[in-house]
């Protein structure tokens, strides 16, 4: 039995759209992109404990690279409460690779399977001192500054779009009341300097930590909480058996 949408119309004499049910495993790279950069972004809180003391972390800033053929992640989260606690730094790195995907959807292996293991998106999760990685506190604090602030990007001449080795940037700020979200692409001919030297610099500053440099968590303490889009996504690929 076909499902109309009777939001969409395509006429003038008011024919409406019906719902076209993809079959399982007939979904296209591009949606497992979706879901990958989904998984990357879209954390709306981590816990942790540290000798029997839980912490949670939540959102602070984050910036992920598109160059189309792979996609790099780079989040800082902060305690919900500041206060004297360690580790009070929590930095999520994370991957994705279209070849991956690509390579998945050519084989149609199970997607149960894909869509819940590394080869999807990977990603690293570090928990640490702030005073350990002073440069990434100061560059959340000139973000904010420079995001909340500015009214305009700085023009820049005589730069050709093929100049840029990232096709598109996206940047969210979560400030204490507002959320900012800013969708940037370098490969154009207005470029903004200032930004882009920063999130070169925020990209190598979290690139330094390592799980050796991290504090552990207790053993089975760590715990993520997606929003509920990356979850609903995640459904229609998989049974919710496995999901649950």
């Known amino acids: 039995m076909q499902r109309q949408i009777p939001w969409e119309q395509v006429s003038i004499d008011g024919d409406i759209v019906t719902l076209y049910e993809f079959k399982k495993r007939r979904h296209t790279a591009p949606g497992l992109?979706?879901?990958?950069?989904?998984?990357?972004?879209?954390?709306?809180?981590?816990?942790?404990?540290?000798?029997?003391?839980?912490?949670?972390?939540?959102?602070r800033?984050?910036?992920?690279?598109?160059?189309?053929?792979?996609?790099?992640?780079?989040?800082?989260?902060?305690?919900?409460e500041p206060d004297d606690a360690i580790p009070n730094l929590c930095i999520r790195r994370g991957t994705w690779s279209r070849s991956q995907d690509k390579e998945q959807v050519i084989h149609n292996r199970d997607y149960d399977e894909y869509v819940l293991s590394a080869k999807n998106a990977a990603v690293s999760v570090f928990f640490t001192n702030a005073a350990w990685f002073?440069?990434?506190?100061?560059?959340?604090?000139e973000f904010a500054h420079d995001l909340t602030t500015r009214t305009h990007l700085e023009l820049l001449p005589n730069?050709?779009?093929?100049?840029?080795?990232?096709?598109?940037?996206?940047?969210?700020?979560?400030?204490?009341?507002?959320?900012?979200?800013?969708?940037?692409?370098?490969?154009?001919?207005r470029r903004d300097k200032s930004l882009e030297e920063r999130i070169?610099?925020?990209?190598?500053?979290?690139?330094e930590i390592s799980f050796e440099?991290?504090?552990?968590?207790?053993?089975?303490?760590?715990?993520?909480?997606?929003?509920?889009?990356?979850?609903?996504?995640?459904a229609t690929y998989i049974s919710p058996a496995k999901l649950g």
Do not use: M
Request: a negative charge; one cysteine or more.
């Open 33 to 59: 992109r979706d879901l990958a950069v989904q998984k990357l972004t879209d954390v709306a809180a981590i816990s942790a404990e540290f000798k029997g003391d839980r912490i949670l972390y939540l959102p």
């Open 61 to 80: 800033f984050w910036v992920l690279f598109d160059y189309d053929s792979t996609i790099e992640f780079y989040g800082a989260y902060l305690p919900d």
């Open 134 to 141: 002073p440069q990434i506190r100061k560059l959340i604090c």
């Open 159 to 189: 730069l050709q779009p093929e100049e840029a080795d990232c096709f598109y940037l996206q940047v969210k700020l979560y400030d204490e009341y507002l959320v900012f979200h800013i969708e940037y692409y370098p490969a154009s001919y």
């Open 200 to 207: 070169e610099l925020w990209r190598k500053c979290c690139s």
């Open 213 to 234: 440099t991290s504090i552990t968590p207790d053993k089975g303490s760590c715990k993520l909480n997606y929003f509920p889009s990356v979850l609903e996504r995640l």
